[in-house]
């Protein structure tokens, strides 16, 4: 059973435009959501993470959204530029004693100049 | 920074053969994480550890099995390496719970 769901296996944008990559969770347990960036032949990096005590978080051009009703959260890039062309995978953990992260599947975003 | 270090970026080895892949953080973190990555399936958990001498499995342990003697070392060893064990590994650490996961940058592992 896929706890967290990255529906989209890839998306491509215009360098400039917004790129939206979408996640849906199904375990209600999950209270922290974090946003990885990977390379290819690199670790994941992490970019941008949120509480489930708040709906939105920004950081520079990311910008993360949390709906916790419909179990679904976001990442925005603003402008996207050719150098976020990566994997993003989302992420999500009961917090507390529990530190084990479950990851989705990924999106490859591919920005084109 | 943090700095998650993987001992080997890349590693050729024969079914059958023992194989060790080591991990070492810098950051004093109690919890290290071992994920294997593969196309179309994500991240996936294999084994964590939350102190020294302390482990747990992780949804995907079957083949593996891990050490851990020191707080900054975390080793996750394939006793009898598969093919199917042909995949990119991942070593993470952590502070505390709930926090953010810093990793290393792959180990690819080919088992021929």
């Known amino acids: 059973d896929q706890q967290v769901k990255q529906n989209s296996p890839s ?3 215009q ?4 790129s939206i990559l979408n ?23 992490f970019l941008i993470s949120i509480s489930s005590i708040k709906d939105k978080n920004e950081d520079g051009r990311f910008t993360v959204f949390l709906n916790k009703s419909a179990k679904h959260l976001s990442l925005h890039i603003v402008p996207s530029q050719p150098g976020d062309s990566a994997v993003y995978f ?9 530190y084990k992260l479950t990851f989705g599947k990924g999106t490859l975003l591919t920005v084109n100049p | 920074d943090v700095k998650v270090t993987q001992s080997s970026r890349y590693l050729v080895k024969r079914t059958g053969e023992k194989v060790f892949l ?3 953080q810098d950051m004093d973190h109690e919890n290290m994480f071992w994920y294997r990555q593969d196309p179309g399936l994500g991240l ?9 001498k302390m482990k747990e499995k992780g ?3 079957e083949g593996y099995s891990v050490s851990r003697e020191k707080k900054e070392r975390f080793s996750l060893i394939l006793e009898s390496a598969s093919t199917n064990q042909t995949s990119m590994y991942l070593c993470a ?3 505390g719970s709930g926090n953010t996961i810093y990793f290393g940058e792959g180990s690819w592992l080919t088992v021929v």
């Open chain 1, 15 to 18: 360098e400039g435009r917004i």
């Open chain 2, 59 to 61: 949804d995907i342990p």
């Open chain 1, 23 to 45: 996640c849906d969770y199904t375990n209600s347990m999950f209270d922290y959501f974090l946003w990885y960036k990977k390379y290819p032949a690199e670790g994941p990096t």
């Open chain 2, 44 to 52: 996936r958990l294999i084994y964590f550890s939350y102190d020294v």
């Open chain 1, 11 to 13: 998306l491509s944008v």
């Open chain 2, 93 to 95: 650490s952590m502070w």
């Open chain 1, 90 to 98: 989302c992420a999500a953990t009961p917090g507390g004693s529990n």
């Open chain 2, 22 to 24: 080591e991990c070492v």
